[in-house]
C-alpha cells in the first residue's frame, strides 16, 4: 500500500443514508452507510475499517464477509480483509465509482455505498 493511502475513518466522515434502503429482508440488518471516497483515492488508494458496533451484541467472533450486492466477488482494486475488518484499495479506477457493497458479520448485513466525496480533514 502506497504511504500515502488515506484512512477513512467511519466515525466522522461516514454518513447513514436512513432515507432509503434499510436492512436486507430476511437478516437481522445493521443498515446502509455511504462511505466517501476521497478524489486522492485515485492515485493514493484508501483504507476504510468498519465499526465494531456493526457486531454490537454478537457472540464470539461471527464470520465478516464482503461481496457485491449479488454475491459476486468484489473488484479486483478493491480488497477486504476479514481479519481486520478493513478494505483497501492501492487505487481507485475512473469511474468505478459509485459502488455497493455488502458486508455480512454473521447473520447481520450491511450495506455499504462507495461514492466520490471530500478528503478526510
Known amino acids: 500500500m502506497n504511504p500515502a493511502t488515506l484512512d477513512i475513518p467511519m466515525d ?4 447513514v443514508n436512513t432515507s432509503t434502503h434499510g436492512p436486507m429482508p430476511g437478516h437481522h440488518g445493521a443498515g446502509r452507510f ?3 471516497v ?3 483515492a485515485t492515485t493514493h488508494g484508501f483504507r476504510y475499517t468498519l465499526s465494531e458496533r456493526l457486531s454490537d451484541g454478537m457472540a464470539g467472533e461471527p464470520p465478516v464477509r464482503a461481496t457485491l450486492p449479488n ?3 468484489l473488484p479486483d482494486w478493491l480488497r477486504f480483509i476479514p481479519a481486520t475488518r478493513s478494505f483497501t484499495a492501492a487505487a481507485v479506477p475512473p469511474g468505478a465509482l459509485p459502488l455497493d457493497v455488502r458486508v ?3 447473520t447481520r448485513i450491511t ?3 462507495l461514492v466520490p466525496g471530500e478528503a478526510p480533514s
Do not use: K, M
Not at 466522522?12 to 454518513?15: E, L
Open 12 to 15: 466522522r466522515r461516514t454518513s
Open 34 to 36: 455511504r462511505v466517501p
Open 38 to 40: 476521497p478524489e486522492e
Open 71 to 73: 454475491g459476486a466477488p
Open 104 to 106: 455480512a458479520i454473521g
Open 111 to 113: 450495506c455499504l455505498t
